[in-house]
């Protein structure tokens, strides 16, 4: 039995992370920890565009591996607004995920009701379309090759937000408020008729649920998520550019949901943590990364294809019907009786 609900196992969990910076401080790490700061910034950003994929791929049981796609399109958004407009960083973020969840809408629409290998080769389409359009300088906005540089520091209350420990609070409260809601939608009305469709669509159908809108909803509403997290790579780097986005990003997104467990908050969390991670302790050995990365992929898909931490089915406590059913059948063989 857990010593600890839910609730407070994530909070145990985003304190201990909280702490992280003053304790590598502290330990008088080289550079203040920047470097590991900087790599734990890496992995809140996957985990926000990994739980966005989740709502898609998890709960409604959607092969989609165009993931990359919305997270460029709000990146660029945050930073055109920001260069050429003015805009202040931070309140571009809105506009990101609703101009990519617009984009989610148009690709959705013509594509929903594709299944299995057929959605995910038509999605893999639409990130090397994207990555395509942002090469060539579509309408003299995306700068092509060279990207979009000169970004503004986040500013916060009139804090500006300068070093990596700075932006670690930043992505980090923004990754826990996405496990907060992604928690809630997980358990509402929508995230449970997304199981549904994900499990039994014929059945689902059956209970008179609307397959296709409740398809795209969850597209679009993981689109405007992984929208959102682009304005916040952008406020990290400062620059975006067409290579920031390729087939590769999508394919680590799709490993971090399947690997941790789809369906799964807790899986996700940990696939970012040990995929995103193990990338940045192997950097400098750019084969080995990739030998170990495919390695850990065979070993799950054969020892344990549920992920790391699967998802919890849903349980209902069925004593407080003991006797009623049994009850109302005696009435109504009674009443056909007489």
Request: hydrophobic letters at 55%; proline letters at 4%.
């Amino acid at each position: 039995m857990s010593l600890l609900s839910p609730p407070l196992r994530w909070l145990a969990f985003f304190a201990c992370l909280a702490a992280t910076p003053p304790l590598l401080r502290l330990f008088g790490v080289d550079g203040g920890g920047a470097v590991q700061i900087g790599a734990l910034n890496d992995i809140g950003i996957y985990l926000i565009l990994a739980l966005s994929l989740n709502i898609i791929l998890g709960y409604a049981g959607l092969f989609h591996m165009g993931h990359t796609a919305f997270f460029a399109v709000g990146a660029y958004a945050s930073a055109i607004l920001n260069t050429s407009h003015g805009w202040p960083i931070l309140q571009t973020m809105p506009v990101a995920g609703l101009l990519a969840a617009f984009f989610a809408l148009l690709v959705a629409g013509p594509i929903i009701r594709l299944r299995g290998d057929y959605l995910l080769v038509v999605t893999i389409g639409v990130v090397e379309i994207v990555r395509i359009v942002l090469l060539n300088n579509v309408f003299d906005l995306t700068g092509g090759a060279n990207g979009i540089s000169g970004i503004s520091r986040a500013e916060i209350f009139g804090l500006r937000l300068t070093t990596p420990a700075d932006l670690f609070y930043l992505i980090w409260a923004f990754a826990g408020l996405t496990v907060i809601l992604c928690s809630l939608l997980e358990n509402s009305r929508f995230g449970r008729a997304l199981k549904y469709i994900k499990q039994d669509e014929v059945a689902a159908a059956g209970c008179g649920i609307n397959i296709s809108l409740y398809k795209i909803q969850a597209f679009v509403l993981g689109a405007f998520w992984a929208g959102m997290a682009g304005t916040l790579l952008a406020v990290k780097m400062r620059l975006v550019d067409p290579e920031s986005f390729t087939f590769s990003q999508s394919v680590m997104l799709f490993a971090i949901v399947i690997l941790g467990g789809s369906g799964s908050i807790a899986g996700v969390v940990l696939g970012s943590f040990l995929l995103i991670g193990l990338q940045e302790i192997f950097r400098d050995f750019s084969q080995a990364r990739m030998l170990a990365f495919g390695a850990a992929m065979v070993i799950m898909m054969v020892f344990r294809p549920q992920g790391l931490i699967p998802a919890r089915r849903r349980r209902y406590d069925l004593r407080g019907l003991t006797g009623v059913f049994p009850r109302a059948l005696g009435r109504r063989g009674g009443a056909e009786g007489t």
